[in-house]
């Protein structure tokens, strides 16, 4: 095959929704899968600026920031194929005069219906679609390997893979936590090596238990494409990907609180996945802070696909060198 004009190594969410944004501008665009666990499938696809914001109970900039990541979602799904749906949202349990308050702090439309807080603010997508649309949308744009360095030359970059080297002028790390690549700048290597791994764990039930996001104390039910999502885990530290039975339960009892009924037996596949948190828990989406034509899509958190369309534009518009947007701004990898 011919070299790539630009290369993003990784193939998560970030990764290939970057892909897409450079396709659709006219960029030729090669993604390297290193195949293996991709914690981007393992997610319940929340689009959900106005409970993310609530629970970790962040400033009005910063929910701000989420909702503005949401508003990019409609025009993105309907050019990439990803299936995106609004569908209410609600908490339970817990102290709910508190979550309603926070909610309309920030600037999200919320409602009190008896013990529970309902918003229509928030959405979400199915992971598995949305993975395999952005991979029909990028065709033979994935080729699959491993890089095991990068050097870097005058006009851009040599990228050597187990059975090919490839060159290009513009490199994009969506690497997720994974090790630094050989031959990374300094500065880069040691932002990369900074991304603290989050294990979670969810589970996929063959139930019909929720038509939207239930969310409460220690657990989410959502719909998922043949039944139910359950999760999810935020274990700081973790990089195994083996399903903690232990984990399970804990995480079925508090469903069950949740959902406000009595346990009954259910089909459940257990799932894990590391994902990768900056210090600040915002994605580094942006210039790397040394080496010319080196860029950064890293770190979401478990805001993965709420932000994705974002990390895609503000790295598309730094390769194409446009004036930084207040989201690039937010995310630069060279705040830190």
Known sequence: ????????????VLGLSTAFELTRRGHRVTVVDP????????????????MEAAIDDVSPDRAALLRAGRDLWPAFAQASGVAFARRPAEWRGGDVDAMAARLMALGFEARRDGDR???DEDGQIQPEQAMAALHAALGDGIIQGRVVRLTAQSDGW??????????????????????AI???????RTLVEDVQPIRGQIGVAKADLASHALRGPGAYVAPMTGGAVIGATMEPGRRDTVPD????????????RVL??????????????????????????????????????LAPRRNGWLLAPMVGAVVADAIEGRAPSPAARALDPRRF
């Open 158 to 179: 040599t990228i050597e893979l187990d059975d090919r080297t490839l060159t290009a002028s513009a490199v994009v790390l969506a690497t997720g936590a994974g090790d």
């Open 260 to 297: 406000g009924r009595s346990p009954e037996p259910l089909d459940i596949e257990w799932r894990a996945g590391v994902r990768g948190a900056s210090p600040d828990g915002l994605p580094m989406a942006g210039p790397a802070p040394d080496g010319a034509g080196l860029f950064l899509a």
């Open 1 to 12: 095959m011919s070299s790539p004009a630009i290369v993003i190594i990784g193939a998560g």
């Open 35 to 50: 195949g293996g666990p991709n914690a981007s499938r393992v997610a319940a696809g929340m689009v959900a600026p106005a």
């Open 245 to 256: 039975a232990a984990v399970g339960e804990r995480l079925l009892e508090a469903a069950w």
């Open 182 to 188: 050989s031959g990374s700048p300094e500065a880069t």
């Open 117 to 119: 807080v309902i918003t």
